[in-house]
């Protein structure tokens, strides 16, 4: 197991999961959550291409050239 430290500031959010965990700073709360909800709603735009018979290589405008 690794280690590290980090510094917490009063009103920081502290989230944690079984991937990890990060700090929030309470000064960019709402930047993160609005981050958060654009890639939400981004990926289940992304999903609902998918079902709809899209490929992820259409979707992500790759490029097939060999």
Request: overall charge negative; aromatic content about 4%.
């Given at each position: 197991m690794v280690v590290r430290r980090a510094e917490?500031?009063?009103?920081d959010w502290v989230v944690a999961?079984?991937?990890?965990v990060v700090i929030v700073p309470a000064g960019t709360l709402d930047?993160?959550?609005s981050a958060g909800r654009a890639r939400a709603d981004?990926?289940?735009?992304?999903?609902?291409?998918l079902q709809?018979?899209?490929t992820t290589v259409e979707l992500l405008g790759l490029d097939?050239?060999?």
């Open positions: 917490v500031a009063p009103g999961d079984a991937d990890g930047s993160v959550i981004k990926e289940a735009t992304m999903f609902e291409e709809a018979g899209r097939t050239a060999p």
